[in-house]
């Protein structure tokens, strides 16, 4: 048991759960982005292309209600209608992280000066520099 709640400490010390807590809540943020992308700025122009119609509205009857007898439908607009939202909302996904890979490999490469390179990246183009030189050094000894 003591093995266990160091182990939950060391997980939760080393950032591991606050990283996960600051993605799930970003997360949360973006959806409520996307729902409304989707929902108020894509769809109104694609129900005008389709003439207003309502997707969720779509159904195949198998059997009509009669008195207290219901309904007995196969609601196949739904799906198309989460399918068309799933779509969007991956396609923005996927737009987001290549916009946001662009500004990480930029951030990545040592010679680009546009961006601030991370400490650790700076310290291995420089380790790569120092031992450049050095091999040269080596070989003009060698010579």
Known sequence: MKK???EFKD???KGNMIDMAIGIIIGTAFNKVLNVLVKKVIMPPLSLMTEDVQFSE???VLREAHGEVSEVAIGYGELVEVVLDFAIISFTIFVVIKFM???QTKAEDP???????PKNIELLANLEQLMKEQNDILRDLQK
Do not use: G
């Not at 010679?111 to 390179?117: A, G, R």
């Open 11 to 13: 997980f939760a010390i």
């Open 58 to 60: 779509k159904k195949h």
């Open 101 to 103: 890979n662009r500004f």
């Open 111 to 117: 010679s680009n000066l546009e961006e601030k390179t």
């Open 4 to 6: 266990f709640i160091q």
